[in-house]
């Protein structure tokens, strides 16, 4: 049996777009209500993809904004990112694009293993992004989309186990072949 791959996730977005509520409902499979700002977590989760093990280590980051200054520990060592706005926000798919162009620009890659997450689906009657606009987006990044519910545990786990098929097929690995470099 191969050794778990250790794989370290920033999970990114605006304030109050449900980073936190997302990762929490994947890390220990409950919805908390309350809303506290976050400053910043990590979360450990080991999960089996492709008959793989993978040791996660999820950053769940302070909410950003086109303003922010970019904290550099969340591009050193990075393997993938979740970047989430809120269906329910325009101003937050705006910011998400902002955040993209300053992984580019910081990481100085043409491209980074995203997934982009329209969350909190179970609001749909407050929907102010639509999904041909998530999914027009994720288009052009080349990125993965999904539309998701934290409250509800729509997509949750879909995220994450989508996320890391990117991350080895940007390490040029399929999700069978073995890896052959070192994390």
């Not at 955040?99 to 909190?120: C, E, F, M, R």
């Not at 609001?123 to 606009?133: A, F």
């Not at 409250?151 to 989508?162: A, I, P, Q, W």
């Amino acid at each position: 049996m191969p050794a778990a791959k250790q794989r370290k996730i920033a999970v990114m977005g605006y304030r109050s777009v449900g980073k936190s509520s997302l990762s929490i409902q994947f890390i220990e499979g409950q919805f908390v209500d309350s809303y506290d700002p976050t400053i910043e977590n990590t979360f450990t989760k080991t999960v089996r993809v492709n008959s793989q093990d993978y040791e996660i280590r999820l950053m769940d980051t302070a909410g950003l904004d086109e303003y922010s200054m970019f904290p550099s520990q969340y591009v050193i060592d990075i393997h993938g990112y979740v970047l989430v706005y809120s269906i329910t926000s325009v101003k937050s798919f705006d910011v998400v694009k902002s955040i993209y162009n300053k992984l580019l620009d910081i990481t100085g890659k043409v491209q980074v293993p995203v997934v982009l997450v329209g969350n909190k689906t179970d609001l749909h009657l407050e929907r102010q992004v639509s999904t041909s606009d998530g999914k027009k987006l994720a288009k052009d990044w080349n990125a993965i989309f999904l539309e998701t519910s934290a409250k509800e545990n729509l997509s949750v786990s879909d995220v994450f186990h989508l996320l890391l098929s990117e991350i080895e097929k940007a390490n040029g690995n399929s999700g069978d072949k073995p890896n052959c470099s070192i994390s």
